[in-house]
């Protein structure tokens, strides 16, 4: 592990010294190459897929490792994206000269090698090998067992690019050791790793935040709320939730509670219910809720829940205040929505909610880093330092000053 990590350390000055030109091509060749490699991917991901259907994994968990012809023109396209964004390296993000004349300027750098932990998603292997290479960054991946043969040939296909465009193919690495002690060995080894990004189930990221000496960027959980307020378009309200719940519930941006306000309860919690009672789903309620609906009743352990399924709380507030006060009780600081006509309700739920994304009259299904325009993105922060929601390329950038003096001493 240590001779592994010190070669991809050893990588950081050539990556980081690449001309945009260069990283660009080499993005396009890579986005081409997912293409022309399909075959060989979907027969990996079969191999995945059957593996997890004899470990009786989850509905959500077989979704998100489940790949077919448009899942990898995505990638393709997400890498293709990323290839068209304005270079990250090199930005002046500020300037000045000082009393002494020293003139200083804070540039963007790249942060180094970045260990990226994930999950059953095998895009995710597509998506942060090319952030992490247009950012000037060395990418060394983790990818769940269940993703196995995937996240191999995914990896293999752009290594091969790389090698067969004159860089060391090392600039992207699966870790070698898969195992538990593998990453157990990686996230402490801060002499040569940079950043550990974890994205996965509530128990991997609590070890890695715990565990590791290396700075960590995490993602807590996905418990994301809407709350539907006094005065609202019932017709738009029903919509968004049934988006936000049921597009794809296995994902962090579902919504997990839905917050009511007392006075359109009566009249829009049967039309949400039925709505998605037909889509599969199943309900708790508080005392609440259950006045109107014949749900089970949720306890503070459903409220804390992120269920990643067909699955929904059901809360009824007495005003803005109230469904503000849950939110910070069991929100997890992902995304969370008011659904208003009220501009100064929506003004007052934007500026004190405290979390990475927050959306008027919108789906939670949008924190994204493709849906922000960031061709895709490497995690989703809940931390305050150093990045906060999607991480895109430049939130894969650190910085640093460079002072420019015509002899200056220090009296």
């Not at 081409?32 to 079969?46: F, T, V």
């Not at 293999?156 to 898969?178: F, Q, V, W, Y």
């Not at 005392?287 to 059901?314: M, Q, V």
Request: aromatic share 6%; with cysteine.
């Amino acid at each position: 592990m240590e001779a592994f990590l010190k070669h991809a350390a050893s990588l950081k000055p050539k990556v980081a010294t690449l001309t945009p030109e260069t990283k660009n091509r080499v993005l396009h060749v890579m986005a081409q190459a997912l293409i022309d490699s399909k075959d060989l991917i979907l027969k990996a991901n079969a191999k995945d897929m059957q593996y997890a259907k004899q470990n009786a994994l989850s509905a959500a968990l077989l979704d998100r490792l489940f790949l077919d012809e448009k899942r990898i023109e995505s990638m393709a396209s997400s890498i293709q994206t990323i290839a068209k964004l304005k270079e990250p390296v090199g930005r002046v993000l500020d300037g000045w000269v000082t009393d002494e004349g020293l003139r200083i300027e804070k540039i963007s750098v790249p942060i180094g090698v970045i260990g990226i932990i994930y999950e059953s998603r095998p895009n995710v292997t597509a998506d942060t090998a090319a952030l992490c290479f247009k950012s000037g960054n060395v990418a060394i991946l983790k990818g769940g067992k269940e993703a196995f043969y995937s996240n191999s040939a995914i990896a293999a296909t752009l290594r091969e690019c790389l090698e067969k465009n004159g860089l060391d193919k090392d600039l992207i690495s699966l870790l070698p050791d898969s195992s538990r002690e593998g990453v157990a060995n990686l996230i402490v080894q801060d002499k040569y790793v940079d950043l550990i990004v974890p994205r996965g189930g509530e128990s991997l990221i609590h070890y890695v935040s715990k565990n590791a000496t290396v700075p960590v960027v995490k993602h807590d959980k996905g418990l994301c709320h809407i709350y539907i307020d006094e005065i609202v378009d019932e017709q738009k309200a029903l919509e968004i939730v049934k988006n936000a719940k049921c597009q794809r519930p296995g994902v962090c941006n579902a919504v997990e509670t839905l917050l009511v306000h007392q006075a359109v309860a009566p009249s829009i919690l049967p039309k949400i219910y039925k709505l998605l009672k037909d889509e599969g789903c199943s309900f708790y309620g508080d005392e609440g809720a259950k006045k109107f609906l014949d749900i089970p009743l949720a306890t503070k352990e459903n409220f804390a829940t992120e269920y990643l399924d067909k699955i929904l709380n059901i809360k009824v507030v007495k005003d803005l205040e109230n469904a503000i006060e849950h939110i910070q009780t069991y929100g997890s600081g992902h995304s969370e929505a008011i659904l208003t006509k009220n501009y100064a309700n929506a003004e007052y739920f934007l500026n004190k909610v405290d979390a990475s994304c927050v959306y008027v009259n919108a789906s939670t299904r949008f924190t994204d880093g493709g849906a922000f325009g960031f061709g895709a993105e490497v995690g989703i922060s809940t931390n305050k330092l150093h990045a906060r929601g999607p991480m895109g390329i430049n939130e894969l950038t650190t910085y640093k000053y460079k002072i420019y003096g015509q002899g200056q001493i220090r009296g």
